[in-house]
């Protein structure tokens, strides 16, 4: 051998070591690419994690043989939410010691920022475990309901958004939308249904546009995990139809909103439907990560996060009947429903062109105050 070779031999046997694992990642991923798609998810996604929690360029060899990582946005959705959420509130009924009660809410308050002055029952001690914590009650002189605006505010959260509906597209967040009939779903000739006869070239917002004049409105509110968790009725109106859609239970915080499209049609939520003295009103609960549990309190058919579901798919439910044919009245500031942690209330209503907010995107705001009148 001459010395040429000689010194070559290191060298080359350097390119073959570090060039094997090129060729056993392409033979890796060709046989992922024979998988089928489930399969190919399942083995993919360790690999994702580490190319998204590594530092930068550590994974990089591997997008030189032709594998590409799952986006964020997708490898979030394969995350098992619901799952997570039925075991958290498993945890949430746990009945704690009552020497550690003190202690774990004192933290939860401290987080979150919960005040607690405005509990009906202060003492932490009487909260048996972390959903009775959750679900507390308020004083009645906390919430003062306002008498001279139409719509107040039906809980305690955040003003994510609001304005008119246009083009049957609604904001959840600034610059991101989501279909309205997505949302609340598609019109169903039922009788019992709240929508008008449809002609055959209308739009999804004018079927729910019931009277000449008058415009479509909405409103987003989101609560956090400190807030207030019940819910109370925006004004005075008629519930006569429920509409819930099974779906994934993905945190709706602002940030997240803002990163994933049609969130809230992705999400488990429960449409109530009905009229007010203009027209068309829904208020539509959204769950969350951790608020599979959504109770409508005149609702005891109502089940959320059911171990199994179809994707895509809702369950109606009238509450007009031959005995009730009005369906159930709701008075301004009357117990709707409550959520466990936090999440998000949907307001689409209509209402006469002149129908004015009183809010601004961002602001907080308290159930009791004003959301806008004519």
């Known amino acids: 051998m001459c010395q040429s070779e000689a010194r070559r031999g290191p060298e080359l046997r350097a390119a073959k070591w570090l060039h094997f694992p090129q060729l056993a990642l392409r033979r890796r991923l060709g046989q992922l690419s024979c998988m089928s798609k489930p399969a190919l998810k399942l083995r993919s996604w360790p690999l994702t994690v580490l190319y998204y929690l590594l530092p930068l360029g550590a994974l990089r060899p591997l997008s030189r043989v032709g594998w590409r990582p799952v986006s964020r946005v997708a490898l979030y959705k394969s995350v098992p939410t619901r799952l997570l959420s039925r075991a958290w509130g498993r945890l949430n009924q746990v009945e704690l010691p009552h020497w550690l009660r003190r202690p774990v809410y004192s933290l939860y308050i401290w987080t979150f920022g919960v005040n607690m002055k405005e509990a009906a029952v202060e003492d932490l001690h009487h909260y048996r475990n972390l959903s009775e914590f959750f679900r507390r009650k308020l004083k009645p002189q906390a919430r003062p309901v306002c008498g001279l605006h139409s719509v107040i505010s039906p809980s305690d959260g955040k003003i994510l958004n609001f304005g008119q509906v246009k083009n049957c597209e609604v904001e959840q967040v600034k610059g991101v939308t989501y279909s309205l009939e997505s949302f609340l779903g598609p019109r169903t000739p039922s009788e019992d249904l ?40 925006p004004t005075d109106w008629t519930v006569s139809h429920r509409r819930h859609f099974p779906g994934s239970l993905m945190s709706v915080n602002p940030g997240m909103a803002r990163w994933i499209k049609e969130l809230f049609c992705h999400n488990e939520r429960v449409v109530l439907t009905g009229d007010w003295k203009h027209g068309f009103f829904s208020l539509t609960a959204v769950g969350a990560t951790n608020v599979g549990s959504i109770r409508i309190y005149f609702d005891r058919d109502l089940h959320t996060n059911s171990p199994r579901y179809s994707k895509g798919s809702y369950n109606d439910f009238s509450f007009v009947t031959h005995a009730n044919k009005e369906g159930i009245p709701m008075r301004k500031g009357e117990h709707l429903g409550e959520f466990n942690l936090g999440s998000t209330i949907v307001l689409i209503f209509e209402a006469p062109k002149d129908f004015n907010f009183r809010l601004q995107a961002g602001q907080k705001i308290r159930f009791g105050e004003a959301l806008g009148s004519l």
């Not at 479509?216 to 968790?229: E, F, Q, R, S, W």
């Open 194 to 233: 709240p929508f008008p006869p449809a002609t055959p070239h209308s739009s999804f917002r004018s079927q729910l546009v019931t009277r000449e004049g008058n415009e479509l409105y909405h409103c987003v509110i989101y609560l956090a995990p400190g807030d207030y968790h019940c819910f109370h009725s």
